[in-house]
């Protein structure tokens, strides 16, 4: 396992998204000074205009490797009922495609669509969401598939979202072969959301292509009690090392906090030290 980086120390980002790909180089650069290896772009909405080839150069020069992350924010009753969202989403798809094969990256990860307002009691339009949703995963992971790139499908696999836990979401995904979509793993928000982490990694060994890492508590707000950093939570991260070696996951293992410089360089030394000591 290795540690890599997903989010900007906190003020290192010196305007407002979406940002400009000089800052998103910046950003490497510094992911490079705090000693990563790897780095994931995204999500790709706060960013505009990422100049892919100059991107992968940068990378080149600090021998990182790099993966794609969509991310979105897809109101899922407006993804059933209208082609303008289905085809909004499918844009942003693309958009991850094309600047994996600029940046010859092997991985590109996405959200599930959520419902804006408490439509979940509406079944037949839960339904049609979650059928549009299949229909557009099923056409986009054989383009990627195409390109040499896998598709992983992040797991927010609770209300509001489209899913309802976690056999629920790991029924959807089965439909695909695991070359071609994979899941990755949302340790923080599936703490917080009162799901069993070790039944997580379980159900989704097989297809665990990436982990988005940050501690969390179960404070009912989402935005207080999740993308601490490691140590500020309640997850047992020893615990949680010792799973993912017991399933052989060899992957990474993707910084998501909302932190300071010095408290990610914290987080990714603690978790580094967890891998040495269980290995």
Not at 6 to 21: C, D
Not at 123 to 128: N, P, Q, T, V
Not at 217 to 233: C, S
């Amino acid at each position: 396992m290795i540690v890599a980086l997903h989010s900007a120390p906190e003020g290192f980002l010196k305007s407002s998204p979406p940002y400009a790909s000089s800052e998103l180089f910046s950003l490497v650069r510094e992911a490079a000074f705090l000693g990563f290896k790897c780095f994931q772009v995204g999500p790709l909405s706060d960013f505009v205009d990422i100049d892919g080839k100059r991107l992968r150069r940068i990378l080149d020069r600090y021998d990182m490797e790099c993966n794609v992350h969509i991310g979105g924010l897809y109101d899922a009753k407006k993804f059933a009922i209208t082609e303008e969202e289905y085809e909004r989403v499918q844009k942003e798809i693309h958009h991850g495609i094309k600047l994996c094969r600029e940046i010859t990256s092997t991985l590109v990860s996405f959200h599930p669509p959520f419902f804006t307002t408490r439509n979940l009691e509406d079944k037949e339009l839960l339904s049609k969401a979650k059928t549009r949703f299949f229909k557009l995963v099923k056409k986009e992971v054989e383009s990627a598939f195409n390109n040499g790139i896998k598709m992983a499908l992040e797991t927010f696999c609770y209300p509001p979202f489209i899913f309802n836990g976690l056999r629920d979401f790991m029924q959807f995904v089965s439909y695909f072969p695991s070359t071609k979509l994979g899941v990755l793993l949302e340790v923080g928000h599936i703490y917080q959301a009162k799901l069993n982490l070790d039944e997580a990694v379980l159900r989704f060994k097989s297809r665990l292509s990436d982990i988005h890492v940050h501690d969390a508590t179960l404070q009912e707000d989402f935005r207080k009690a999740t993308h601490l950093p490691v140590g500020r939570g309640n997850i047992d991260f020893s615990h949680l090392i010792r799973i993912l070696r017991e399933v052989n996951y060899d992957g990474w293992l993707t910084l998501e906090i909302h932190g300071s410089e010095g408290e990610i360089v914290e987080s990714k030394q603690f978790l580094e030290n967890l891998i040495r000591i269980t290995a």
